[in-house]
């Protein structure tokens, strides 16, 4: 075995074993209550499937927010935490084998594994503080930033180690180059998720329904936009 394969080989090992921890966890913790709020998890599973690994522009701030990220820390609140990772598993699908995407690759076969696992951590944590929360909106503060930390930490270390381990670079170098970026469009998640939150409460799933019609003639002018690139 050469020393090209054998990298290859700490590569496709590393991704497996991601992948095995994130369907371990799927297993032992699956979502309860996924009847309770039927419309919300629809909608939500519809929105992800749609935008979900489409980057948000927020212009004032300068900074682009991963939809999925959104999604993933709206599930925490909106639904039973242990739904997030069903969220990301959906959003992940639908960005590596939707149309137009590229044949399967082992950085698709990783994002398969990170993201659901990310979200499926934060959910534990989430969980773990949460305890019997009142619909008090103070109790979830510190649940949230706690469980928006884990999700950030673990996806942004098992990240960088995989690009460490394809470039043959010092981990640190790796992540300092992308995780306080990331760190940014994280947090910025966590706060559109609480509004988002506070919207969902005050008027409904009727909210998610007007933002995936508002989406739609968005994705079709992104569309066109693709094609007339290509």
């Known amino acids: 075995m050469t020393s ?6 700490m590569i496709k090992a590393y991704v497996a074993m991601v992948d095995l921890a994130a369907l371990a966890l799927l297993a032992l913790y699956p979502a309860a209550g996924l009847k309770d709020n039927p419309g919300t998890l ?7 499937a749609v935008l979900g690994m489409r980057p948000v522009r927020i212009r004032s701030l300068k900074i682009q927010v991963a939809a999925l990220d959104l999604f993933v820390l709206s599930a925490l609140v909106l639904l039973d935490p242990k739904t997030a990772p069903l969220i990301a598993l959906v959003g992940v699908i639908a960005a590596v084998f939707g149309p137009g995407r590229r044949p399967m690759s082992i950085r698709a076969a990783f994002n398969l594994g990170v993201v659901p696992l990310s979200a499926s951590l934060a959910a534990l944590t989430y969980v773990r503080l949460i305890g019997d929360a009142t619909d008090d909106a103070a109790r979830y503060a510190i649940p949230l930033v706690a469980a928006t930390a884990v999700y950030f930490i673990v996806n942004t270390v098992l990240a960088a180690l995989a690009v460490a381990l394809e470039t043959k670079k010092n981990l640190f170098s790796v992540w300092i180059g992308f995780g306080p ?18 919207l969902v409460g005050s008027f409904g799933p009727l909210v998610l329904l007007i933002g995936l ?3 739609i003639p968005i994705l079709a002018q992104g569309r066109l936009r693709e094609m007339r690139e290509q």
């Open 42 to 48: 629809v909608l939500l599973l519809v929105l992800v």
């Open 213 to 215: 019609i508002i989406s």
């Open 4 to 9: 090209e394969n054998k990298h290859n080989g």
């Open 181 to 198: 970026w990331n760190g940014v469009s994280t947090l910025a998640s966590m706060v559109m998720a609480i509004g988002l939150a506070v």
